[in-house]
């Protein structure tokens, strides 16, 4: 088994070479990058190449030394067994389950990787990449086919009906199963430009459909929505893609026919509503008067949120750029990894 410097070096060289591919792409040379995201993108229609590639430049300006070590700084993990890992991994925006892939490899754990058949080219061939860095860390991938087995502890990612399944089937042995979250966002009106720009990226980064994506707004009562439909502008190209096309002239259809009061400018449809998931190409808001209000709102609401937008929360822009340390659903997968290696945990 490899040291963990080792393990460091390697995943920041992956990070590097990821870099340097991005700077050829944007010096349009043709790269590794330009295969790998077109199959990606034939594959999963969701996965269009420039929203596949702002993924891969967020994992390039992670993937530091720095970063890593300052990552795992407090933890400390037992090496002399390592545990398999049952890692079952969500698809819904490109690479979401990377994470829990590196996690488990800085852990000094074996990776048993079960990708999802949306996503099962991008992980496992920067994974490769990894393997021809450092040889010494194939001991520690693994990626599944067909049923997952012969694994130690599983952290598996998916909807709250398939959570539910993963409870029962993976429920005997140490586990973190995560369910359907999103993002909010909460606006006094004072936003600049600048913010309600990064506010959009919140919203219509990899088309709304990630954990963290904001499908809800808060507005101050008498807020001018044009201010959101200016500020979405940028994101036009998002109607290049079929499946997002058909997306919005599905639902603006079915809201005329029930006679909703829908808001639209020919790229996102607006929608007052309580409920926090809009659908893809659709934002909810919902007017608010006092902050009292709207906390009540957000306490009964806690276990849908991943994560809050707005001047006292995230700063808006930058719900789609967790740092390595922001967990999904609040649990800290690093910890978990860190006992299973002490042998502090118990199915």
């Not at 995943?11 to 590097?16: A, E, I, V």
């Not at 929203?51 to 070590?69: G, R």
């Not at 994101?235 to 026919?257: E, P, Q, S, T």
Request: charged share 25%; net charge negative; proline share 3%.
């Amino acid at each position: 088994m490899i040291s963990n410097d080792q393990r460091i070096e390697a995943l920041s060289q992956l990070g590097f070479f990821i870099r340097e591919e991005l700077d050829k792409d944007k010096a349009n040379q043709s790269t590794f990058l330009d295969e790998l995201t077109r199959k990606a993108f034939i594959r999963n229609g969701w996965f269009d190449p420039r929203e596949t590639k702002s993924m891969l430049a967020y994992w390039a300006t992670e993937l530091n030394t720095e970063n890593l070590n300052r990552w795992i700084s407090d933890y400390e993990f037992d090496s002399k067994r390592p545990y398999r890992v049952g890692l079952i991994l969500a698809g819904n925006i490109p690479m979401v389950g990377f994470h829990d892939v590196i996690a488990t490899i800085i852990s000094g754990n074996i990776a048993v990787i079960k990708c999802s058949s949306n996503d099962d080219i991008l992980i496992p061939s920067l994974l490769n990449e990894l393997k021809r860095i450092e040889p010494g860390i194939v001991e520690q991938i693994e990626i599944a086919v067909g049923i997952l087995k012969n694994y130690d502890a599983i952290l598996a990612t998916g909807s709250n009906n398939s959570a539910r399944h993963f409870n029962d089937y993976f429920g005997s042995v140490p586990n973190i199963i995560r369910k359907n979250r999103t993002g909010i966002a909460i606006l006094n009106g004072d936003e600049t430009d600048e913010e309600l720009n990064g506010l959009m990226l919140d919203c219509l980064k990899y088309f709304g459909l990630g954990c963290r994506s904001v499908t809800k707004l808060y507005l101050p009562k008498g807020y001018d929505i044009n201010k959101i439909f200016t500020a979405s502008l940028p994101f036009a190209y998002l109607m290049d893609n079929k499946k997002y096309m058909n997306n919005y002239i599905y639902h603006k259809a079915v809201m005329v026919m029930e006679k909703k009061h829908v808001l639209e400018n020919e790229l996102i449809l607006l929608l007052e509503e309580p409920s926090l998931f809009s659908p893809v190409s659709v934002l909810y808001y919902q007017f608010y008067e006092t902050t009292a209000e709207l906390n009540q709102i957000i306490e009964l609401n806690l276990d849908e949120i991943q994560c809050v937008l707005g001047h006292k929360n995230r700063p808006f822009g930058s719900g789609q750029s967790p740092a390595l340390s922001d967990y999904a659903d609040g649990a800290n997968t690093l910890e978990f990894l860190r006992k299973l290696t002490l042998g502090q945990l118990s199915n």
